[in-house]
């Protein structure tokens, strides 16, 4: 599968941004879909996942309360809302496709997009 994310870019702390992912090649519907995320010097981290029917979700603690995921299948498209942006949450945020209808472990993820840059100023 391709994934192409968007929506990144520089917000100040307290801001929102939305991500999206847009999916090809394989049946969207089917398969489980997870944002990640890297900063600087760090590794990468799961920040949410959503099944391939959007009925069960997994929040990092870090961010629950605070992001939303979400999916419409008919689009082939997963979302990432993120609001109350804090300078912690500046990274590189990459979505992911699993072979599995749920997942949320790194080592699930099997296909990656290219990534789209988080900066939040404070």
């Known amino acids: 599968v391709q994934l192409q994310a968007s929506g990144g870019g520089l917000v100040q702390a307290g801001g929102s941004l939305r991500l999206s992912c847009a999916a090809s090649?394989?049946?969207?519907?089917?398969?489980?879909m997870g944002w990640f995320r890297q900063a600087p010097g760090k590794e990468r981290e799961s920040v949410s996942a959503i099944s391939w029917s959007g009925g069960s979700t997994y929040y990092a603690d870090s961010v629950k309360g605070r992001f939303t995921i979400s999916r419409d299948n008919a689009k082939n498209t997963v979302y990432l809302q993120m609001n109350s942006l804090k300078p912690e949450d500046t990274a590189v945020y990459y979505c992911a496709a699993s072979g599995l209808r749920v997942a949320t472990m790194t080592y699930e993820y099997d296909s990656w997009g290219q990534g789209t840059l988080v900066t939040v100023s404070s």
């Open positions: 090649g394989r049946t969207f519907s089917s398969y489980a």
